[in-house]
């Protein structure tokens, strides 16, 4: 199916343990990214790529590690989860954020880190 | 510090009537402002845009309006309807302004019937 997956939708893990969220977009959109929404802050960014092997802190990078040896794919990697990670996901691609292009999002992941 | 900002956290609104949904931002380099709808256990969904090279973008019943100068744009939903009962975002971007979307933290409206 053409669009923008995430997966797992759901994920319960202990603290300190390694969990890596999964996306994996079908348009071959150049840029990727990942937000975590938490209540009061709305949506916030976490890290983007512009293209395969290019990738950039955006606000909230600390804990998290990204990859994209794919154009399709951008994990996101927690290395040891903390409860403060306890959140949803969503990944997002776009064509060009800088060219009047919009940004679809996959259906999201809930965390929760116990 | 937020530099896309909706205050209000939430809105109602009846059945039939305006809905208006207000963002201010203050990075004037932003040149791009988009809308999305998000209902739960949903991701975000484009709604609407706007280039800062215009002042009003229509599409159905919704119109975003901007103000540069205040650095402020509204989206108008008329007439509201239950189904449009959901957290809008507002968004942002610039070129040559890191190559992403800023969000703001959003306003949930409620559409009563």
């Known amino acids: 199916d053409a669009g923008i997956t995430q997966s797992p939708r759901y994920k319960i893990t202990e603290t300190g343990r390694q969990v890596t969220l999964m996306c994996h977009q079908t348009w071959s959109h150049s840029y990727m990214f990942w937000y975590r929404q938490d209540l009061g802050h709305g949506l916030r960014l976490i890290y983007y790529s512009a293209a395969a092997d290019i990738t950039d802190k955006g606000e909230v990078p600390d804990g998290y590690v990204v990859s994209r040896s794919k154009t399709e794919n951008f994990p996101l990697t927690l290395e040891s989860a903390t409860r403060s990670q306890t959140s949803v996901y969503f990944c997002a691609s776009s064509e060009s954020p800088t060219a009047g292009t919009e940004a679809f999002f996959g259906q999201g992941t809930r965390l929760t880190v116990v | ?113």
Request: proline share 6%; net charge neutral.
């Open chain 2, 1 to 113: 510090d937020q530099q896309v900002k909706q205050n209000s956290p939430s809105l109602s609104v009846q059945e039939g009537r305006i809905s208006i949904l207000n963002c201010d931002y203050t990075n004037s380099m932003f040149d791009y402002f988009l809308w999305y709808k998000k209902y739960p256990a949903e991701g975000p969904t484009f709604l609407i845009s706007i280039s800062s090279i215009k002042d009003k973008n229509e599409d159905g019943r919704f119109t975003v309006f901007l103000n540069k100068s205040a650095k402020h744009l509204s989206l108008h939903i008329v007439p509201s309807q239950p189904g449009d009962s959901a957290v809008y975002f507002c968004a942002a971007s610039a070129q040559g302004y890191g190559q992403n979307f800023v969000f703001g933290p959003g306003t949930r409206l409620s559409v009563l019937p």
